[in-house]
């Protein structure tokens, strides 16, 4: 890891910078003191037993879930989590694609492409290329749609943020957004501009370990970035996304610590629709900084999502295309209800005009057609959106 900035010269990663909103920090506090006590090693085969045969789980049935100990239960946590995934969705699997429409950013986090210290592309989008990517996309079928940018107030603020969702609310039924966090008043803004749901990953839920991977930058601020959710839904966003990318730290206590966060949130704001995506780190762009550890394996994925399953399983879960097609092929039967298609995560890169560089390196490009006939060939129906606004 290619360190630039000295310690002494770093700012105090747990003090708010001007203009952001802080909120009751006890969801936060709790989340943070769970991470710190949660360890794997305790648990042994009978607690896992245990949470197997639970007619519901909670927080210390899914620890035991995501411990070492559950490892060679994999096979039957898979068959639960199936069961329950069939209870709550039926045999459906969503649709949906991302949207790059800029990669400026004003953060320095060693491992991300986008990091403004990384000599890539860097370009943004204006209102007529979004419209022609969007109808790009809309062409395929698909009827939801993420839009995403670097973390750059300057370079994507947030009225160019709601005029791009507006524009894709003309054309999907479901906009989601994973920008840079925002105070509530700003998400209610972009609820007004035909927002519905936000996506922010945590990255990684030990502040040590955090301090360390974000050098510069608002996003350095670790209590403003988990809080992130909370703010989304004061702000009156229908649904929030929980992650943290795995394989930064521990990758069993930042899978806890985003399974506590989102029940934590659940429970204080019943009406929000919870959904949690597992992304591994994927090699970047001209990337000299963090490299993927060789820890988090497919089985041990396999193992986080039918935890994250077992222990919400109501909840929706994401399998990017940072997975290759035939893991995302046999998680969309057993536990995914969200699979992306159709996938480009370079800036303008749907209309074959890409003009800025990627973020990172996807395992799966298959386009929408390809997903949509893997998901019938596993005898589910590939569903483009449920959601009717009146």
Not at 125 to 135: A, K, S, V
């Amino acid at each position: 890891m290619s360190v630039t900035i000295e310690k002494s010269r770093r700012t105090d990663h747990m003090a708010y910078m001007e203009g952001m909103e802080q909120i009751d920090p006890t969801v936060r506090n709790e989340v943070v003191a769970a991470r710190e006590s949660y360890d794997a090693a305790s648990f042994g085969p009978g607690d896992v037993r245990r949470a197997l045969s639970a007619s519901s789980r909670g927080p210390r049935e899914f620890a035991a879930l995501l411990s070492p100990a559950a490892a060679p239960f994999l096979e039957e946590m898979a068959r639960l989590a199936r069961e329950e995934k069939r209870r709550w969705f039926g045999d459906n699997v969503y649709l949906f694609t991302p949207l790059y429409i800029s990669n400026y950013c004003e953060n320095y986090c060693v491992y991300c492409g986008f990091n403004c210290r990384n000599k890539i592309r860097r370009a943004k989008l204006n209102m007529e290329e979004i419209e022609r990517e969007l109808q790009a996309i809309a062409r395929t079928g698909l009827e939801e749609i993420l839009i995403l940018t670097g973390e750059s107030r300057k370079a994507s603020g947030v009225e160019y943020i709601g005029d791009a969702c507006a524009l894709a609310s003309k054309y999907f039924k479901t906009v989601g957004i994973e920008v840079y966090p925002m105070n509530s008043d700003e998400y209610a803004y972009l609820h007004k501009r035909g927002v519905d749901y936000v996506t922010v990953f945590q990255e990684t839920y030990d502040s040590d370990r955090y301090e360390k991977l974000h050098l510069a930058g608002h996003k350095r601020v670790f209590p403003y970035r988990l809080e992130a959710q909370e703010r989304a839904l004061m702000g009156g966003m229908r649904g929030v996304a929980f992650a943290a990318l795995l394989g930064l730290s521990d990758f069993r206590r930042d899978a806890y610590a985003a399974g506590i966060h989102a029940y934590l949130l659940q429970r204080k704001y019943p009406r929000a629709e919870i959904s949690f995506s597992c992304p591994r780190l994927r090699p970047i762009v001209g990337g000299e900084g963090v490299q993927p550890a060789d820890n988090v394996g497919e089985r041990e994925l396999l193992q986080i999502l039918c935890a994250y399953r077992l222990f919400m399983p109501f909840a929706g879960i994401t399998v990017s295309t940072r997975e290759r097609a035939g893991f995302r092929d046999n998680v969309m039967d057993i536990v995914a209800t969200k699979i992306s298609a159709g996938v480009s995560t370079g800036i303008g890169g749907h209309t074959g005009e890409e003009k800025g560089d990627d973020q990172f390196e996807i395992a799966d490009n298959r386009s929408v057609d390809e997903v949509t006939a893997a998901a019938r060939e596993r005898g589910l129906s590939a569903v483009t959106n449920d959601y009717i606004y009146l």
